[in-house]
């Protein structure tokens, strides 16, 4: 619900210089963002609002490889979204299981 929120209020442009980098960490930001907009002002706790969006992202992610999408070698993976948030909003226990090897399947 607060992801497109995200993206209309994100609104720069980090000083990456290659399009991988620039979408990995304005992928990040957007993760990040979801969460702060939820707290601020949906009233959610900080770790409910992380636990929904990783459920969004694990979902999402799980739709894409059962319709055969592959990442491409830049692309970020599920893991990788859901250890920058564990690890950006301090939550000490560990995140969801995912699929590490993401093209595997």
Do not use: Q
Not at 13 to 35: G, I
Not at 49 to 70: F, H, P, S
Not at 74 to 96: G, K, N, R
């Amino acid at each position: 619900m607060t992801l497109p929120l995200a993206w209309a209020t994100l609104g720069y442009m980090p000083d990456s210089p290659t399009a991988a980098a620039y979408r990995r960490e304005y992928l990040f930001d957007l993760n990040r963002r979801a969460v702060e907009l939820s707290v601020r002002y949906l009233g959610i706790a900080t770790r409910h609002a992380v636990e929904t969006n990783a459920d969004r992202i694990l979902k999402l992610n799980e739709r894409l490889r059962k319709r055969g999408v592959r990442l491409g070698p830049y692309e970020v993976t599920p893991c990788e979204e859901l250890s920058d948030l564990w690890s950006h909003f301090a939550i000490a226990d560990p995140p969801p299981k995912c699929e590490s090897d993401w093209n595997s399947k």
